[in-house]
C-alpha cells in the first residue's frame, strides 16, 4: 500500500480550479485547460504506484484493478449523467439534443474522446454548450488503462530496466505524434491517446523512480525544484491561452512542473506545506466530482439564459459545483469505495447494467432525431436552421476553406470574373464567406476569397502553423494581379482582439501599396445572438410571419468594436466603414428575420453566421452604398 500524501490531493485542486475557471471563461485563467495535464501525470503517478505495490506483494489483479476503477469512475459519473438528461429535454433544441445523444452512447464506453473528435469542425455546437465534453480526458484516461495494466502483466517478468525502455520508446513516440498532431492535426492530437498517452507515461515513471527510492537531496534543492515545478504550472495557467498549440512541447512545462512537484514536495518545504493547506487538500478530495459537475453547470447556464454570462454569475457556478461535488463525494463516491458496502459482484452488475441503459437512451433519442416532436410545426422549422446547409452557398472547399485547408485549395472558380467590368472581392472568414451569398445575387463579378478562422489582417499568427498568414499573403498577390475595383473586408471582428493593434491598418496600407485604385471597405460584425437566434426565437415564442427585432445583449460590445473598425478607417485616409450593425439595429434591438419569397427567415442560422436570406438583406444595403459612393 503506497503512502497517502496530502501534497497529492492538494496538487489536485491546484489542477481543478484552473479547468473551471478556464471553462468560466474568467481571462486571467486563460491558460486553466492545462489542469486536465496535470492530472493526467498525476493519474500516471498513483495507478502506477498502486499497481507496483501490489505486484512486489504479488496481490495484484487485473480483476481487482478494473473493480477499482469502476468504484472511482462510474458512480459519480452516472449521478452527473442522469441529473443531465432532463435539463437537455428542457433546454435543447432537437439538433442539439440528438448531438447530446451522441455523447449518452460514447461516455459509458469511454470513446467521448473519439465522438467529440469526429464531431468537431468549425460550425459544430460551440464546446461550451455541451455538456458532457469534459468527458474526453476520462476516455483517454480509461483507454489508457485498459492497455497499461495488461502490457505491465505481460512484461513483468522482462525487469524494470526492460519495461522502462519500452515505454521510453512509447512516450516520446506519443509526444512526436503531439508535437506533429498540434500543427497538422491539432482535433486529433488534442482528443486522441496516441498523442496524450505521454503525459501519463511522465507519471508512470515518477512511480518507477520512486518506487522502493527516496530522494536524497538537500532540503535547499528540494525547496527549489519543487518551488520551479510549481511555477511552471502556475506560468501555464496563466500565460498559455486558446492560440498555445497544444499538447505540443508546450505541454511538457506544466507536466514536467507536476512531475517536479511529486518527485520533491514534501511536508518540510514550502511547496508541500502550501499543498498540504486543508483547503486545497479538501477541494482536492473532491476534484473529481468537482471536474464532473462544472462544465454541465456551465453548459445549461448558457443554453437557459441564452445570453452572455457576467464573470460573477460563473463565479457563483464555480461555487456551486464545489458544493455539488463535496455531496457526490460524500454520499456516492465515498460509499461505493466501500467494498463492505457494495461488493465486487453489484459493482459490476451495476457498471454493466446502467452503462446499457444510458447507452439505450443515447440510441433512442439519436433515433428520434431529438425527439423534434416535442416542438410546434413552426418551432420546428425555425429549429431546421440549426442544422443549416451552408456549403453551397459559401462555396466550402472551393472559395471558403475549412480549418484543415491551405491556401493552395483555393479554386481558380474564385477569381472568374467578365471581362472589362469592375470587380469585387470579398476577403475575410466564414462571416465573410457568408456574406458572399447575397453579394453574388447582386453582381456577376464577385471574387471570392474567405478561409475559416482567418480575418482579413496581415502580419497577425492566429494559428501556429501561420495557416492564416500563408493564406493572407496569396489573397494579396491575388490583389496585386488583379486590381479589383473594389474589396471587402469582413469578418467576426468581434472574438478578434487583435484590431485594437495595427495589423487591419497594414493591411489596409499594404493594399492602398498594391492596388492603389481599389477602394477599400470594413464592413463592421454581423448582430449576435449567444448560443444561437434559432434558440431565441423559439424560446421567445416568436412568429415567423412577421418582422422581428430581438435584444443583442452584447450589443455595446459589438458597438465598441465597430468604432474601433472606423477608426482605423479614418487613420489610413485609404479605406470606408459600413456598419452592419446601423444596417439592421435599432439601438440594441436588431433585425431577426427577413421576409422572402418562401416567407421568413431567420438572419443568421447560428449566433453571427448569415443566412442566404440575411446576407441578400445585407448585401443589399452594402450596394447601395457602393453605388452612391461611385456616383
Sequence with gaps: MIQYRKEIDGLRAIAVIPVILFHAGLPAFSGGFIGVDVFFVISGYLITSI?????????????????????????????????????????????????????????????????????????????????????????????????????????????????????????????????????????AAFFLLPSRGWELLIGVFVAFFLFNNKINVSMKISQAISLIGILLITYSVFIFDKN???????????????????????PKTLVGKLLSNKLLVGIGLISYSAYLWHQPLFAFARLYIINPISSSYFLVLSICSLVLAYFSWKYVERPFRNNKIIGRKYIFIYAISISILIVALGLFTHKKNGFIDRLSAEQQQIASYNQYDYATIYRKNECFLDITQTFKEFSVSCKKVVENSNTLLIWGDSHAAALSSGLRKKTPNLIQYTAANCPPMINMFLDFKSRCEDINNFILQEVKKIKPNIILLHANWYIKPQIQDTHIIKTINRINKISPLSKVYIIGGTPQWYPNLPLHLIRREVSQDKETYITVSAFNDLKTTDEKLHLASNVTNAASFLSVLEMLCNGSMCQAVVETNHGFEPVVFDYGHLTNAGATLIAEKIMTQLNSDIK
Excluded at 55 to 83: D, H, M, N
Excluded at 133 to 144: D, I, N, P
Aim: proline fraction near 6%.
Design 51 to 187: 499497481i507496483l505495490s501490489e505486484k512486489q506483494t504479488g496481490t495484484f489483479s487485473l480483476v481487482c484493478f478494473y473493480e477499482r476503477r469502476a468504484r472511482r469512475i462510474l458512480p459519480a459519473l452516472f449521478l452527473v449523467i442522469f441529473v443531465c438528461l432532463p435539463l437537455a429535454w428542457l433546454l435543447m433544441l432537437p439538433s442539439e439534443l440528438k448531438n447530446f445523444s451522441r455523447s449518452l452512447i460514447s461516455v459509458p464506453l469511454f470513446i467521448s474522446n473519439i465522438s467529440f473528435w469526429k464531431d468537431s469542425g468549425y460550425f459544430t455546437a460551440t464546446a461550451e454548450l455541451k455538456p458532457l465534453l469534459h468527458t474526453w480526458s476520462l476516455a483517454v484516461e480509461e483507454q489508457y488503462y485498459l492497455l497499461f495494466p495488461i502490457f505491465l502483466a505481460l512484461t513483468w517478468k522482462w525487469g524494470r530496466r526492460c519495461i522502462i525502455s519500452i515505454l521510453a520508446i512509447i512516450s516520446v513516440t506519443s509526444l512526436c505524434a503531439a508535437i506533429w498532431g498540434s500543427i497538422n492535426k491539432p482535433t
Design 244 to 266: 498555445t498549440p497544444f499538447p505540443s512541447f508546450y505541454a511538457l512545462i506544466p507536466t514536467l512542473g507536476t512531475a517536479l512537484v511529486i518527485l520533491y514536495a514534501n
